[in-house]
């Protein structure tokens, strides 16, 4: 079921990385308690988690939407923000993200 029922998406920010094997359950851990409570908060709310099982890609691609780029440009010039990517990479490699219009589906 889709956490942004009462909104219309129209930009993805997509996150692909990989997660530290002997970072795991501190990843999940902060992910669940910080990071996307923290985006949702502002509007940019959890769509899917993919995992990638084949290719030269990182395993690990997590959506969020959103309805207004400005919102998705507010929450990047955020402090928090830059404190949410900057823990983030403690637990993860590999780190990419991008944001894109959006589409239903997997996208690149």
Do not use: C
């Not at 985006?39 to 207004?68: C, D, L, N």
């Amino acid at each position: 079921m889709a956490t942004f029922q009462h909104i219309i998406p129209r930009y993805k920010l997509i996150l692909f990385y990989n997660i530290r094997h002997d970072r795991q359950e501190q990843y999940y851990r902060f992910m669940l308690s910080s990071f996307v409570p923290a985006v949702q908060k502002v509007g940019v709310f959890m769509h899917m988690a993919w995992h990638i099982a084949y290719g030269q890609h990182p395993m690990r691609k997590i959506e969020f939407v959103t309805e207004s780029s400005d919102t998705l440009r507010s929450l990047f010039l955020s402090d928090e923000w830059k404190e949410l990517e900057n823990k983030l990479m403690r637990y993860v490699s590999d780190y990419e993200r991008k944001v894109v219009e959006y589409r239903d589906g997997f996208q690149v």
